[in-house]
């Protein structure tokens, strides 16, 4: 069930106006039913597979504070079965490569399972709880509230990855229905909705193309804007339904984009591009690996470790790693700028418009140009790049 069909603009309706009209104290208890309806519907092995993982977190939740052994054996059921079913393809791709080199028979074949519905959102939020619970800050919740915050359908299949204090202290304060709820609800729904169905799709029409040889630079130059501006509004659309549709509700959930073209250098491109993927990566992979609080060499592999994650987090296949990893170059390259040829700028050049205006389009064209990498494979992404920079 996608938020552009028919079928969620029912669903989410009815459920809604159920929702207000019930007692305070079922509400809860409705909206998780609700949640779990829709994922059913959607998809009712990936319903009790995300069921079972979820009873037994929450089960280990309740003895985890201070027991690290706990905190790793319990991470380790759901990130296993995540990396299951998202990269089996790609480990099945990586063996029909080796097998023939060592000429080994008889042929190995992995299975290719069905992607379950919202499967990497789910297990961010299942990691983020249980280090958190492990750390002992933040508070248990019961049963209900945590299943409610598992399955809460406005941001199960596509996010924004939302944080647990946030969302239980809006489920403990929630009290009766407000206009406002409603109005800016609407309205990032409807903005969502046309930045999908209108200015995504009708930018597809020229992206789509990105796979087609034999074009002119110019032409591909006009492609590759055209997929830049349609993932942003493609990506960004859904983020505003899922907010516009949980904050019906009640709940204000965490924004995933501030106009992150308009940034003038690629790191404050990423605080403001997917922002809760790129929070929970540096919280839970970047700080953890030491962050930039060690040596250079350390900080240089510490970014690549996550950009490359975050690369492969996209889809398990080479190509969105090599994105990643791009980005990761693009991340050193500004931090040995800032610490060597930045302070020899005079201050009131680097707070000037056109400076401003310069480093913009900079990083604009460097995250244009690494969309190449995203949607295409290597040899097309060379073949583009050429004809990019060479005019004909």
Not at 83 to 87: A, G, T, V
């Given at each position: ?5 028919w ?5 989410l309706?009815i ?45 280990v ?7 690290r ?5 319990s ?7 995540l ?5 089996i ?17 008889p042929q ?12 990497s959102?789910?297990t ?33 299949p ?5 944080r647990w ?26 903005t ?11 930018l597809a029409?020229?992206s789509d193309?990105?796979?087609t ?11 590759v804007y ?7 509004f493609?990506f ?47 919280d ?9 609080r060690?040596?250079f060499?350390?900080?240089i592999?510490n970014?690549?470790i996550?950009?490359g994650?975050i690369?492969?987090w996209?889809?398990?296949?080479v ?5 990643g990893?791009y ?7 500004l ?23 310069v480093?913009?389009l900079?990083?604009f064209h460097?995250?244009?140009?690494g969309?190449v ?12 790049l ?7």
């Open positions: 069930m996608t938020f552009t069909t079928f969620y603009g029912i669903f309706i459920s809604s106006i159920l929702y207000w009209f019930l007692p305070r104290r079922l509400r809860k208890h409705f909206l998780l039913t609700a949640s779990m309806v829709f994922l059913i519907y959607s998809s009712p092995s990936t319903f009790l597979l995300l069921l079972g993982l979820s009873s037994f977190a929450y089960v939740s309740i003895k985890i504070t201070d027991r052994l706990v905190l790793i054996s991470l380790t059921i759901p990130i296993m079965v990396l299951y079913f998202k990269y393809g790609l480990a099945s791709e990586i063996l029909s490569k080796i097998i023939p080199w060592l000429n080994i028979e190995i074949t992995l299975p290719k399972p069905a992607l379950p519905l919202g499967i959102f789910y961010f939020k299942l990691i983020h709880y249980l280090v958190e619970r492990f750390k002992g800050s933040t508070v248990q919740g019961n049963y209900i509230q945590f299943l409610l915050y598992i399955f809460f359908f406005p941001i199960l596509s996010g924004p990855i939302e204090p946030n969302f239980i202290k809006q489920t403990i304060e929630s009290k009766g229905f407000q206009w406002k709820y409603l109005s800016e609800g609407l309205e990032r729904i409807i969502g909705l046309f930045k999908k169905l209108v200015l995504a799709d009708i029409m020229y193309k990105i796979n040889t034999g074009l002119s630079s110019k032409v591909y130059w006009i492609i055209a997929y830049a501006f349609r993932i942003y493609d960004s659309g859904y983020s505003d339904i899922a907010i516009g549709s949980a904050r019906i509700f009640g709940y204000k959930i965490i924004e995933n984009f501030n106009n992150p073209y308009l940034k003038r250098n690629i790191s404050e491109f990423w605080k403001n591009w997917h922002i809760s993927l790129t929070s929970w990566f540096r839970y992979v970047f700080i953890p690996l030491g962050g930039s060690g040596s060499s350390r900080t592999l970014t690549f996550v950009m994650l690369g492969l996209h889809g398990g296949a190509n969105f790693v090599i994105w990893m980005h990761g170059a693009g991340l050193i390259l931090r040995i700028y800032s610490r060597l040829i930045c302070p020899k700028i005079p201050q009131v050049y680097q707070n000037s418009r056109f400076s401003y205006l480093s913009n900079v990083t460097f995250v244009v140009i969309w990498f995203f949607t295409t494979d290597i040899s097309q992404s060379i073949y583009i050429q004809k990019l920079f060479i005019w004909g």
